[in-house]
Every structure is written in C-alpha cells, then in structure tokens.
C-alpha cells in the first residue's frame, strides 16, 4: 500500500478510483483493526465513488513510532487532511468505524468544510460521555502497560481477536486477522495511551456542522447504550440513523448490503452524489422515507426495517442502561468486559477483586415517592420544537404518595416489541453520592414533547436533565412523554445512589 507523511509516521492507504471519477469516500477503520474492516464494502462503493481506506499510526501498513504523542487526536486529523491535500481531495465523505468514527467526528470539527458528510459506523468512542472517556482512560492505561509489557500475545484470547469473529465472513476475517498478527506493541500502546483517552469530542457536539448518517448494529450492546445521547447532544435535524438489526459491532461486514444502500441513499439526499446516479433507492432528504421529529432525523426505509429501539434497563458497568439486543459470548476466564475501545468491549486483565457481578434493577409505571435528600437537576440544552404547549405537569417526586410496583426485572432477551408508543430513559441505574448523571429521553417514536420529574422538580421540553445526588438512597426520575398521536406514556427509572439498593 503507498504510504504519505514524514518518516515514522506515514499511514498507508489505498484509493480505488470510479470509472467515471465519481466523488471520494474515506474509509476509516477501528482499534487493533485495518483496511481489511472495509473489504466486503469496496466493490460495491466503487460502483458509487472513488474508495479510499486509511490506516491510522500504529494498525495495518502504517508506521508504529514509540511516541504516543504522535498517536493523539490533532496529528491524526492533520494526517488525514494532509492525505486528502495529497490525492486532490478538496471534499470527501468520511465514513469511521469504531475507533474511526471518533476521528471522523474530530475532523469535521477541525475542518468542516472539508467534509460533506459523516457516516459513523457503532462508535461508542465517538457516542460516549466524558464519564465514558473517563472509564475507558483507566482501561487503556492498563492495557497499554500489559501490551509493552509481554506483548500482544495475549490479546489473542480475547474478543479483539478478528480470528473468533462468528459474523464476519471468511475472507474479511483472514484479512482482519492476518493485519492483527502484524500489530506491534508500540502500535496498540501508542493508540491506547495517546488516541482512545483523548479523542472522545461529546462535549463539542453541539459544534457540528456537518450531516450526519448513525448506523446502528443493534447486536453492539455497548454502542447502544450510548447512541441516545449522542443523538440528543447533535445539532437539531443534523443526524439520521439506519438500524441494522441482525448486526453487531461490525455493522458494515454483518450486514454489507444495507450498509451500503443507506450510504449511498444518504449521500444522494445531502446532494453528494447526483440524482441520475445508477442503482439503488433514493430519497429527498426530506422525503416521506424520513421522519422527522424532535430535530432527529430517523431512517425509516431504504430496503430495510428499522427496528425500534427497546431500552432494557439492565445494571451493567456501574448500573448504566442499555438497548437490548443478543447477548455476546461470555469472555475467555481470566478477562472481564470493559467497554472502553469505541464500542467494542475489550478483555483486559481483570483488576485485584475479580469481576463484579451486575445486578438487573427493576423499572416502575408512574411517578415514585423519593426517599433521602434532594438532588439536583439541570436541563441538558437540547430544546424540543418551539411554539409547542407545556406537557401537562407531572407531580414531583419529591411530593408523590404512590408507591411504584417494580416491573419484573429486564434481561437482554427477554424485553418484548412495543406495539405503540413507548417511553423510555437512557440513564445510569446506579450513582456516586454527590455524583451527577444524565438521564436521555429514548421513547420511540420521538415524542412532541416530554416532562422530566426529578427530586428537586419539573423540567419540560428537553432531551435530556443531568442531576447530581447528594445523599444515598434511592432516587426516582421520571418522564412523562405525549407522541404525536395525543399517548402519553410514562417511563420511570430508580436510581440507586451509594451503596443503597432500588427494587428488586
């Protein structure tokens, strides 16, 4: 593969020119991965564009230098950018797996110009909070010791491993496992201690200018967990998401053939590729195969069925929500789940203690009496439609009566197909004392307006409130969504706060 930038950190690409020179898509792929992660996508985008795969510092043809520095945020979208300057690209679409997607985002920050669209591919490194930026720091700084250390021998044990992929086909997990085996500890470590921590933009979000096509491989439990508050924290009207309900972390070798009739259906509709371009369905961006609501935009055809979204409200990692979807392989004994590496949940060495069991929490109907000391709650600025009546005020909890009845509790198989309207919160489960959370609104279909009731009051017409909990117990938060057709539904979460125990 050529290679471009200044010695010790040149990254390898390829371009697959288009016959009739059609505009550029780049390809990026994700931690310990290659352009290999693209392999069963090349064909059929060239039909389309003209195909660029980039490896980033450290992973398949790319040089591996022992500075992490050189692995950071800033220099890998210079590098980018400098390539793009290469190869005469002065606009392309930038499509990033995992990892990638991260830095996708980042570069449309930097340069938004430069960019027509993003297509983020199960990205939880892109989605997460900073608390997730935060968690997954720890867990890259132990697995970057371990990796300088003894190697990357032993993370072939774990399900980083392309080699155990059970939904990747055969050549694309040859390809995959044969740039693994090339990895070198300064490679891995570099990208572990200078990219992962520091590549998570959550904050910076609200910047984005450029559009914005989510797909969502429902089986990645991890990336579903954060993908409601990505999509709250984006511009207004700005993102769209294709649900592919049979995939998984790998949503684009998984399920190829939706995966790429939606990005060429997304590059039609922001006006990227023409409308006389061959095969394939195309929509307006605003077209009836659209919906549009709350500023969301939400995929609901292109050939393929966008499954609802069902939060499943499940303790994991501390308690944290997450979208229900088939439960992976239990991990090689001696490793626990981390979900750090954007949005697949790498097996590290398991910390002094062993791994912690996660207790399912149960969900209540209604609002609930708050037991403990106030919190404190402020709305995540994100406004609902303009112009819209107040929701109807829901009494706060701290001043209810009622005593909510636990639902039995969640299990990620066990959660059933709303056949309506159906509220629901993305959220932690289990708290800090004096820590503060973020609760997403996650109703389907998005509502017209939505009441947050939180121990210190009432907040309407947002997508979200972040509250801090001062003192331990258990704490209710709930929501009070009315859809479009005049439902109203209420969803419920109870949050366990220190060592107190909530529900069942």
């Known amino acids: 593969m050529p290679l471009y930038g200044e010695p010790g950190q040149r990254i390898a690409y390829e371009r697959y020119p288009h016959p009739g020179d059609g505009p550029p898509i780049y390809l990026l792929h994700g931690f310990t991965a290659s352009a290999a992660s693209f392999a069963a996508n090349v064909a059929a985008l060239r039909e389309h564009f003209t195909v660029v795969t980039v490896e980033l510092l450290g992973h398949g043809g790319s040089d591996a230098p022992d500075d992490p520095a050189l692995y950071g945020p800033g ?36 340069a938004p110009e430069r960019f027509a669209g993003l297509v983020i591919i199960n990205s939880a490194s892109a989605a997460g909070t900073p608390a997730w930026a935060e968690a997954a720091r720890a867990g890259m700084a132990e697995l970057a010791a371990r990796v300088r250390a003894e190697g990357t021998e032993f993370l072939k044990r774990t399900r980083l491993y392309p080699a155990h992929g059970r939904r990747l086909d055969q050549r694309s997990r040859e390809l995959l496992t044969r740039d693994f ?53 984006l511009p207004p009207g700005l993102a769209r998401v294709v649900d592919l309900p049979e995939a998984g972390h790998a949503a684009n ?12 259906a997304f590059a039609r509709e922001i006006g990227y590729l023409p409308a006389g371009d061959s095969a394939g369905p195309r929509s307006a961006w605003s077209s ?9 935009l939400v995929a609901a055809g ?6 609802a979204l069902i939060v499943a409200q499940v303790g994991k990692d501390g308690g944290r929500t997450f979208v229900a979807a088939e439960p992976e392989a239990t991990p090689t ?29 149960a969900t209540a109907a209604g609002t609930a009496e708050v037991p403990g000391a106030p919190a404190t709650a402020t709305a995540t600025p994100t406004p609902r439609t ?10 706060p909890a701290a001043t209810a009566t009622a ?11 066990a959660t059933a197909t709303p056949t309506g309207p159906y509220a629901a919160i993305a959220g932690p489960l289990r708290v800090g004392v004096r820590e503060s959370a973020t609760y997403f609104d996650a109703s389907r279909p998005v509502p017209l307006r939505v009441t947050w009731v939180t121990p210190s009051g009432t907040v309407r017409d947002v997508h979200g409130v972040t509250v801090t909990f001062p003192s331990e117990g258990c704490f209710a938060v709930t929501m009070e969504a009315v859809f479009p057709d005049g439902v109203t539904r209420t969803a419920v979460v109870n949050v366990a706060v220190g060592d107190a125990t909530c529900g069942g």
């Not at 009836?288 to 969301?296: D, P, Q, Y």
């Not at 292109?302 to 499954?307: K, P």
């Open 75 to 110: 220099p890998a979208v210079e590098r980018i950018l400098g390539l793009m300057d290469a190869l005469g690209d002065e606009r392309v679409l930038l499509c990033g797996h995992s990892l990638g997607g991260a830095v996708a985002v980042r570069c449309a920050l930097a």
């Open 181 to 233: 085996d090339r990895l070198t500890p300064a490679g891995l470590a570099g990208t572990a201690e200078g990219l992962i921590p520091f590549v998570n933009a959550f904050e910076r979000l609200p910047e984005l200018r450029v559009p914005v096509l989510v797909v969502a491989g429902q089986r990645d439990r991890d990336f579903m967990e954060v993908l409601p508050g990505f999509l709250a924290q």
């Open 253 to 264: 070798l998984e399920q190829p053939r939706e995966f790429e009739a939606a990005v060429v």
């Open 288 to 296: 009836s195969t659209l919906s549009v609501a709350g500023g969301l």
């Open 302 to 307: 292109l050939g393929m069925i966008a499954a």
């Open 333 to 361: 004994a001696g490793f626990t789940p981390v979900t750090a590496v954007a949005g697949t949940r790498t097996a590290i060495p398991l910390p002094a203690g062993g791994v912690a069991t996660p207790t399912p929490a």
């Open 386 to 395: 303009a112009g819209q009546a107040p929701a109807p005020t829901a009494t």
């Open 403 to 413: 005593t909510p009845t636990p639902a039995p509790t969640a299990t990620p198989t």
